[in-house]
């Protein structure tokens, strides 16, 4: 097992970018399929209202992949 421990500080839009940096330069990864989703739709109508948090840093996360989050 490895076990990964990042410390990141900033903005909650500033965290899940840098989040989203992370996965690209090590992993790779896309949300390409993930922003198809309806699941994703349902997240991007209740997050702002329901957990304003979290949807700062689904934003942050759209940010670094030159993304719109409010595409629905």
């Given amino acids: 097992m490895n076990v990964r421990h990042l410390t990141l500080h900033g903005t909650n839009f500033e965290i899940g970018r840098r989040?989203?940096?992370i996965a690209i330069q090590r992993?790779?990864?896309s949300?390409?399929?993930y922003?198809?989703?309806?699941?994703y739709a349902?997240?991007?109508r209740l997050l702002?209202?329901?957990y304003p948090i979290l949807w700062?840093?689904?934003r942050g996360v759209a940010a670094a992949f030159g993304l719109d989050p409010n595409v629905k």
């Avoid at 922003?35 to 699941?39: R, V």
């Fill in 19 to 21: 989040l989203a940096e």
């Fill in 27 to 29: 992993y790779g990864k």
């Fill in 31 to 33: 949300p390409a399929n």
């Fill in 35 to 39: 922003m198809a989703s309806p699941l």
């Fill in 42 to 44: 349902s997240a991007a």
């Fill in 48 to 50: 702002p209202r329901n």
């Fill in 56 to 58: 700062e840093r689904v």
